[in-house]
Nanobody, 124 residues
C-alpha cells in the first residue's frame, strides 16, 4: 500500500494551498480518508476527513471555513484545498486512511494505519 502526497511547497500568506494524495495497492476503498499535519516542533494534528461517498466531511477548527476536502474513488485520490493560508498552516501534511467513531460528544475522526510520507508546506 502506498499513499503519495503532492502539491506542497511555498505559499504566500493569504493564498491557497492545494494538496493531492494518490493511493495505490489498496484492495478496498477506505470508508474514510483524511489529512493530518505536523507543524515544526508540534504534535500531529488532525485536519480534515471525508467519507467514501464524499457526503460526510470533517474539518478541524484550525481550518474550518477555509478548507475543502474532496475525493475521487475512481482515481483513488483525495484532495485538500486550504484558502486564506496563514503562517500557522506551515507544516508537513500527511494523507492517511481514516476511521470515524460516534461518541456522546459527537463524531471522532482519526487516522488509521496507512499513511503517506508527507509533503512540506511553508506559508510566509
Amino acid at each position: 500500500v502506498q499513499l503519495v502526497e503532492s502539491g506542497g511547497g511555498s505559499v504566500q500568506a493569504g493564498g491557497s494551498l492545494n494538496l493531492s494524495c494518490v493511493a495505490s495497492g489498496l484492495t478496498y476503498t477506505p470508508n474514510y480518508m483524511g489529512w493530518i499535519r505536523q507543524a515544526p516542533g508540534k504534535a500531529l494534528e488532525w485536519i480534515s476527513g471525508i467519507s467514501r461517498s464524499g457526503h460526510d466531511t470533517h474539518y478541524a477548527t484550525a481550518v474550518k471555513g477555509r478548507a475543502t476536502i474532496s475525493r475521487d474513488n475512481a482515481k483513488n485520490t483525495v484532495n485538500l484545498q486550504v484558502n486564506s493560508a496563514k503562517p500557522d498552516d506551515t507544516g508537513v501534511y500527511y494523507c492517511a486512511t481514516a476511521l470515524r467513531d460516534e461518541t456522546r460528544d459527537g463524531s471522532r475522526w482519526y487516522a488509521d494505519k496507512y499513511w503517506g510520507k508527507g509533503t512540506q508546506v511553508t506559508v510566509s
